[in-house]
């Protein structure tokens, strides 16, 4: 049986009856509702079925424990409610079991306490996604049994500890997002060898340290690396033009994260219940999440580090690279030369450092650029001359010694900037006074000739005053009498 009864606008709790008709179902979907209240543990179903058991509860405003599932789901949405407490009832309870599910999606929820350790239960998951909780603690050993692991997205949490060494054992992964938790120490150099399909790599807004490993090189997939507001020294690796796939420019071996997931056998419910992997990204000053997008999304976050050294030239190897954020780093040197290569780029900052010399003429042949921030260096010379750079923000430019548009700085004056706005108001200053000169010129003018007149012509005073006094008695006689 399935039953597909989302984005129906339901209100109020799911009766009794109905969750007892569970373990008859195949396929439930009773996403984007309204629905409340708990959900209670999910029997088995009366029949073996041959296909697979899907549940899809997300975006509701469920609430209270997590449930029990039966050991024959594959995939469980129950993402966006209102979940509470830890994970231990739905992952602990049932022991010695071996457990079917392949997705678990508890994105959105209030789950608090500590990861359990007992994922030994769980070797089918490919897809976890635990992000946007209140999980504090560290990642638990048991996750190295979780072997056939594709997507692990614990961001925003609390977790803290080192980068774990349990992943290590999860040589399958293609995405890792522990963004914006906790965590702390220095990246292994395991890291770029235990991983060869790995696509996704976001570790920013933690307390990282340490120099960035050569080894993250290997990584000759990585299409996504966001290793920003952390606190690395060092120098950028020389050999960040290894990483293949953002020379490509897209990925033809894996089009989503979820590539691996065997669709035909899941009857491609990886999209009927929302659950599209996708990717946070910040770039352009934004931060956007782009989903089944990742063939065509590259992008190389460092910024807010304290990343020292010039600009690795093997940077502009990275034709296919869409995005590169370095800024707010201690980085010296020139821009490289050949970044005016990087055909695609559409968003480059670089502000914040100390880096010097021209902007590179190259700059003028990136059509496809669309955000361009190069502040506060000690950047000098004339700005190249292009359609995509002269529509940008002087702000984007400041803070440097460089002239011409978009900038009010001249470099024909030697680089300083034109005194338009005093000159502006000496003019505006000239004429403010000559008006209020001709006025008095002319009022004294007025003045005397009426009277001047007066004064020199005495019939002429005299008819005056007998015209004022006439008009006068006129306006007396013609008042009314109270």
Not at 272 to 284: H, N, Q, Y
Not at 378 to 399: A, E, R, V
Request: aromatic share 10%; with cysteine; charged share 20%.
């Amino acid at each position: 049986m399935n039953v597909d009864i989302s984005d129906g606008g339901i209100q109020g709790e799911v009766p009794t009856w109905f969750w007892n008709l569970t373990s008859q179902i195949r396929f439930l979907n009773l996403s984007h509702n309204q629905f409340v209240g708990e959900v209670p543990n999910i029997s088995p179903p009366t029949i073996e079925y041959g296909n697979p058991w899907l549940m899809y509860l997300g975006s509701n405003n469920f609430s209270g424990p997590l449930p029990q599932i039966s050991t024959i789901v594959t995939e469980l949405d129950l993402s966006d409610n209102s979940f509470s407490k830890g994970l231990s009832n739905l992952l602990c309870e049932a022991k010695n079991r071996s457990y079917k599910l392949e997705i678990l999606n508890l994105e959105g929820n209030d789950l608090s306490e500590e990861i359990p350790d007992c994922w030994m239960n769980w070797p089918e998951l490919r897809v976890l996604i635990l992000r946007d909780n209140n999980l504090i603690g560290g990642i638990p050993k048991s996750i190295e049994y979780l072997g056939n692991l594709r997507s692990l997205d614990f961001r925003r949490n609390r977790l803290n500890g080192s980068f774990p060494s349990s992943l290590g054992n999860c040589t399958k992964l293609h995405k890792i997002d522990l963004a914006e938790n906790e965590f702390i120490g220095q990246l292994p150099s395991w890291l770029g060898m235990s991983f060869p399909n790995m696509i996704i790599l976001s570790l920013r807004s933690n307390k990282f340290d340490g120099e960035l490993p050569q080894e993250l090189c290997h990584l000759k997939d990585l299409q996504i690396l966001d290793l920003a507001n952390n606190a690395f020294v060092g120098i950028i690796p020389r050999c960040i033009g290894n990483f293949s796939a953002m020379v490509k420019g897209n990925m033809s071996q894996y089009d989503t994260i979820l590539a691996m997931v065997n669709v035909d056998d899941l009857n491609c419910s990886v999209y009927m219940g929302g659950l599209i992997e996708s990717a946070t990204v910040t770039t352009k000053g934004n931060t956007y999440q782009y989903d089944t997008i990742l063939r065509l999304f590259t992008s190389m976050d460092l910024s807010s580090n304290n990343l020292s050294g010039d600009i690795p030239i093997s940077l502009t190897r990275l034709a296919g690279l869409r995005s590169f954020n370095f800024s707010k780093n201690n980085l010296t040197g020139r821009i490289p030369n050949g970044i005016g290569d990087m055909k695609v780029l559409e968003s480059v900052d670089l502000s914040e450092n100390q880096l010097y010399g021209q902007i590179p003429q190259s700059f003028s042949s990136l059509s496809t650029l669309s955000f361009l921030n190069l502040s506060d260096n000690n950047l000098s010379g004339m700005i190249p001359l292009s359609t995509q750079l002269q529509s940008f923000d002087p702000t984007n430019f400041q803070g440097n010694k460089l002239c011409g548009l978009p900038l009010l700085v001249n470099c024909s004056s030697g680089g300083k900037v034109p005194n338009v706005e005093y000159e502006e108001d000496e003019s505006d200053k000239d004429e403010v006074d000559w008006f209020y000169i001709s006025m008095a010129i002319g009022f004294a003018l007025s003045f005397w000739s009426v009277c001047g007149s007066f004064l020199l012509k005495r019939s002429w005073r005299h008819a005056y005053f007998r015209f004022l006094d006439r008009s006068w008695e006129m306006l007396i006689a013609k008042a009314p009498i109270c």
